[in-house]
């Protein structure tokens, strides 16, 4: 059983990152990626993951 996992950063060099160093785990599963914090909270809602990994400092999170 693979662990479900979205991850969320506003730079694309760190989300390529994460994915980079996640890719080759075998119980580890990307569902989704996100850039901002309206798409991290509607991946949660949607995919319903496991863990989330993210960037608690993205421009748009003053709103949520």
Request: hydrophobic share 45%.
């Amino acid at each position: 059983m693979s662990i479900r996992v979205i991850f969320a950063d506003d730079t694309e060099i760190i989300r390529r990152a994460i994915r980079n160093l996640l890719d080759g785990e075998p119980n580890i599963k990307i569902v989704g990626k996100a850039a901002n914090f309206a798409q991290t909270i509607q991946m949660i809602e949607d995919l319903r993951p496991e863990v989330v990994i993210m960037d608690l400092y993205m421009p748009d999170g003053e709103k949520w």
